[in-house]
């Protein structure tokens, strides 16, 4: 159905590392490789430098594009989009090829998604050269890949309806943000900071509702953590949850299914059989050592991780979790050349512990947040399925813009 569309070759359908001057000495918004995020379109500066003379250059709403392994197998591309106030041009890793759509050609956004497209990394990743583990792929490469080029109005169409949904993926994202900042900010609130006693002990309101605030002690007494509540109580890590060993589960062996799969970063993958039931912690244990993830469902945790199984002395999943990271865990390695988390030395830091009916009352407040957390994550993942199915069709000209409008409006999208 493309097949009226003219094509070129990449090199010639877009501009490849587009000349910008920068001035040398004067500061400009910096973006590191490391905050490409493969799961969101965009990415913003991480901080201001002083160029001097090396750096991919860009401006506002160029696509950067990883060139070097294993950064591009991870699929780290994404478009700079500047906070507001930075609008200006920008420069970052030396790793990065810049893409723009070419005036009369292609459309800015479209370029974008021409780099979404599976075959054009394929391809890219084909073309990477050079010795083991530096491996980067040359941008004249691209010279030998042909993409469609259809007319500027459709590139505008096909953008407008992928980027509609990505644009949906990254509301849901920000309000995740938003509702993960509350949470955290009410468990500072009363189990670190201790707002509610010191308001009591001062006779301020606290500003909860009154069956919230009469949990709540009006005095303070002395603990080896220093002041806290009085009623409650201190304990180690040891004393109230278990640090429980993942499973091996190479990825050859995973099968399809509905089961997410957490290594010590997040998670890697599916699988049809859970280990444990969620929704759980897990707490990396091998390679990146102490971080810390919520999971919403059953799951399966593998050898580079912990996850957490409450003792009675403590058992509101939502209070350990936020606990678990207030504790510097990642610092507390194991004695090998691996870095690893020595569960051992994490049992051993203390904790400030409320009494149960605090618990309960925090868990009343936190856990409608975490269920919004996850219908929008699902959400952003069903977006994203139907995005990654349209994408090629689109690109391809194998599906129209009317009819992907058709399917996205059946599919409730």
């Known amino acids: 159905?493309?097949?009226?569309?003219?094509?070129?070759?990449?090199?010639?359908?877009?501009?490849?590392?587009?000349?910008?001057?920068?001035?040398?000495?004067?500061?400009?918004?910096?973006?590191?490789?490391?905050?490409?995020?493969?799961?969101?379109?965009?990415?913003?500066?991480?901080?201001?430098?002083?160029?001097?003379s090396g750096g991919a250059r860009f401006k506002p709403y160029d696509t950067l594009m990883a060139r070097i392994t294993?950064?591009?197998?991870?699929?780290?591309?994404?478009?700079?989009?500047?906070?507001?106030?930075?609008e200006g041009p920008a420069f970052g890793s030396t790793e990065f090829i810049v893409i723009r759509g070419?005036?009369?050609?292609?459309?800015?956004?479209?370029?974008?998604?021409?780099?979404?497209?599976?075959e054009f990394r394929q391809f890219a990743?084909?073309?990477?050269?050079?010795?083991?583990?530096?491996?980067?792929?040359?941008?004249?490469?691209?010279?030998?890949?042909?993409?469609?080029?259809?007319?500027?109005?459709?590139?505008?169409?096909?953008?407008?309806?992928?980027?509609?949904?990505?644009?949906?993926?990254?509301?849901?994202?920000?309000?995740?943000?938003?509702?993960?900042?509350?949470?955290?900010?009410?468990?500072?609130?009363?189990?670190?900071?201790?707002?509610?006693?010191?308001?009591?002990?001062?006779s301020h309101d606290t500003g909860l509702p009154k069956e919230i605030a009469d949990l709540f002690p009006d005095a303070f007494v002395d603990s080896e953590l220093g002041d806290i509540p009085k009623g409650w109580h201190t304990n180690t890590l040891g004393n109230i949850l278990e640090l429980a060993y993942g499973k091996a589960l190479k990825e050859a062996i995973r099968r399809p299914g509905s089961i997410p799969v957490f290594g010590s970063n997040g998670q890697v993958g599916w699988h049809d059989e859970k280990l444990t039931e969620g929704p759980g912690i897990v707490v990396g244990r091998k390679g990146n050592p102490g971080?810390?993830?919520?999971?919403?469902?059953?799951?399966?945790?593998i050898d580079t991780t912990f996850y957490v199984v409450?003792?009675?002395?403590?058992?509101?999943?939502?209070?350990?979790?936020?606990?678990?990271?207030a504790q510097d865990v990642a610092s507390l390695g194991a004695d090998s050349s691996v870095l690893g988390l020595n569960r051992n030395l994490a049992y051993m830091n203390k904790q400030v512990i409320p009494p149960p009916d605090v618990l309960n009352a925090f868990?009343?407040?936190?856990?409608?947040?975490?269920?919004?957390?996850?219908?929008?994550?699902?959400?952003?993942?069903?977006?994203?399925?139907?995005?990654?199915?349209?994408?090629?069709?689109?690109?391809?000209g194998a599906l129209r813009v009317p009819d992907a409008e058709r399917f996205i409006e059946e599919a409730g999208g």
């Open 291 to 301: 971080i810390i993830t919520w999971v919403h469902t059953d799951f399966f945790p």
């Open 70 to 86: 294993p950064c591009l197998e991870n699929e780290k591309i994404a478009r700079y989009v500047p906070t507001e106030g930075n």
């Open 310 to 325: 409450p003792k009675s002395e403590c058992r509101s999943l939502y209070f350990l979790f936020y606990a678990l990271q």
């Open 1 to 52: 159905m493309g097949s009226e569309w003219g094509k070129l070759a990449f090199i010639d359908a877009v501009e490849i590392n587009p000349s910008i001057t920068l001035k040398k000495g004067h500061r400009y918004p910096f973006v590191d490789m490391k905050a490409v995020d493969p799961s969101w379109r965009n990415v913003s500066e991480s901080e201001y430098r002083d160029f001097s």
């Open 125 to 202: 990743i084909s073309q990477m050269t050079g010795s083991s583990g530096r491996q980067r792929v040359p941008a004249e490469s691209f010279s030998n890949f042909s993409v469609p080029v259809p007319t500027l109005p459709e590139q505008r169409a096909i953008a407008h309806i992928l980027g509609t949904l990505d644009d949906k993926i990254e509301l849901n994202r920000k309000m995740n943000e938003t509702l993960e900042a509350m949470a955290r900010a009410l468990f500072k609130n009363w189990f670190v900071d201790f707002l509610p006693v010191r308001a009591k002990a001062e």
């Open 363 to 396: 868990d009343k407040q936190v856990k409608p947040l975490f269920e919004r957390i996850f219908q929008n994550t699902e959400e952003s993942r069903i977006l994203a399925a139907l995005r990654d199915t349209l994408l090629p069709k689109l690109i391809s």
């Open 102 to 118: 070419r005036d009369g050609v292609t459309d800015n956004n479209f370029a974008y998604y021409l780099t979404q497209w599976q």
